[in-house]
């Protein structure tokens, strides 16, 4: 038996998650006292329907029940594991046991990313952990890494593939040459995408979690609602396979950096050279390469979902708590940490890929280059296939451009009748 106290735990929510963490628990108790000097118990778990079957068993003497006044109000409860996702019922919850003195673990990307200003200020007050690992990549243990290992650096940037879902589709695109609407079918199928995948293929999923890693990485606030943001609903089978005659693989990336002391951020499907490692990352698989100006270029790679990769993060930060660990939820003194000095979308720069559909005439090529000039902008390589009996499909690549010069550009060959259809255009990392 441990020699100290065990650590009680209430778990609102028993889903996939919750039932990972479970089974987690019981599987590495032994592991986890040896580590701690604690066992861990599950007092009640909150559920909305008490009829419904559930996938795995509770143990022996935990309650299960509908009435968050369970756990709030319930002196032998050290923890709050929030599982129920969503931002307003969560928040509720989490302020309440927040208040009731309670540790809170949780793995709510979407609360954390678009309203805890004052959760970190009310859990500040409190002396309690907000804790949350499991909001981001999964089993990659990428935020205590920042709040802890990594806390000596000057972080420069960080990229990441932060949606299994997303990474999944576009590797299914690439390797087996499916259109998307074939390739999330096939994620359904499979359970690696929702009912209604709309957060995950529009690149909301991997813009809350970008949110958090900013905060980390950069201390910090990037609003939700200024993140420039783009998902892979809209990308064609044509510009995969253009992409890979260049050499590069499309991967939707969320990506943040310090540019000349002001925060470039956002989420966008780009274009990643073959030979680097974040291109090699298939399937539901998550990434993270971050540069410090300490510890260089790190690269952390695992799966981003599932019952055991999310339970993994989420065992870990309440084993932080059983150990006694002050709390540190946003790796900084200040728990309200100062809103980023944003640099506008339109003075971000990069290199872009294009792919235009036009007619084959003699010097369309000198046109398209033309307008991309009026606007400073220069092409590193071009080539030409043939389209629809007199059409053809313009691919290049552009030297480094900034993001307003390429949407007047964009303007400038439609005012112009250079394309017979919109222009696609992605960056290049």
């Known amino acids: 038996m441990p020699r100290n106290k065990p650590l009680v735990l209430a778990i609102a929510g028993f889903g996939t998650v ?4 479970l089974k987690v628990i019981k599987e ?5 006292i040896a580590r701690t000097g604690r066992d861990i118990v599950v007092k009640s778990v909150l559920v909305r329907d008490l009829s419904k079957p559930r996938a795995a068993d509770l143990p022996e003497g935990t309650v299960l029940t509908d009435d968050p006044d369970v756990l709030i109000n319930d002196p032998e409860v050290d923890v709050l594991v929030e599982l129920i996702g969503g931002i307003a019922t969560a928040k509720k919850l989490i ?12 793995a709510n990307k979407a609360l954390l990313a678009e309203d805890s200003h004052d959760l970190f200020a009310i859990a500040e007050e409190h002396n309690v952990h907000l804790t949350y690992e499991a909001s981001v990549c999964g089993a990659i243990p990428i935020l205590d890494s920042l709040k802890q290992n990594l806390a000596g650096n000057q972080v420069q940037n960080l990229i990441g593939i932060l949606n299994g879902t997303a990474n999944y589709i576009l590797s299914e695109m690439t390797t087996k040459k499916l259109d998307f609407d074939t390739a999330l079918k096939a994620a359904q199928e499979l359970g690696f995408a929702e009912a209604d995948p709309t957060l995950d293929i529009e690149g909301f999923d991997a813009a809350h979690k970008l949110c958090l890693l900013t905060r980390l990485a950069f201390g910090v606030e990037y609003p939700f609602n200024k993140l420039p943001v783009v998902g892979v609903s809209k990308i064609h089978p044509k510009d995969i396979e253009f992409a890979r005659e260049f050499g590069y693989r499309v991967k939707l990336l969320g990506q943040v950096r310090n540019v000349d002391g002001k925060i470039e951020a956002g989420v966008f499907p780009m274009l990643v050279h073959h030979t680097l490692l974040i291109a090699r990352v298939g399937g539901a698989y998550n990434a993270v390469r971050l540069e410090g100006n300490a510890c260089g270029p790190i690269f952390m790679h695992g799966q981003g979902a599932g019952d055991l990769a999310t339970a993994s993060a989420v065992i870990g930060d309440i084993l932080t ?5 002050t709390p540190n939820n946003t790796g900084y003194v200040k728990q309200v940490l100062p809103l980023a000095d944003i640099l506008a979308p339109e003075d971000a720069t990069s290199q872009y890929y294009f792919r235009v559909m036009v007619q084959d005439v003699p010097g369309v090529l000198r046109d398209l280059a ?3 000039a009026e606007q400073d ?15 053809a499909s313009v691919v290049f690549l552009t030297h480094e451009a900034r993001a307003e010069a390429v949407h007047k550009a964009v303007e400038g060959m439609k005012e112009k009748g250079l394309v017979l259809e919109e222009p696609v255009f992605y960056r290049i990392l």
């Not at 302020?95 to 949780?106: D, L, M, N, P």
């Not at 708590?321 to 660990?325: N, P, V």
């Not at 390589?381 to 009996?389: M, S």
């Open 377 to 391: 902008i220069s092409i590193a390589q071009a080539i030409q296939k043939d389209g629809i009996e007199t059409t």
């Open 321 to 325: 708590i059983a150990r006694g660990a």
């Open 28 to 32: 590495n108790r032994d592991s986890i």
């Open 95 to 106: 302020t309440s046991a927040i208040k009731a003195g309670k540790h809170i673990v949780t």
């Open 18 to 21: 919750g039932s990972g963490l």
């Open 370 to 372: 033309g307008t991309l």
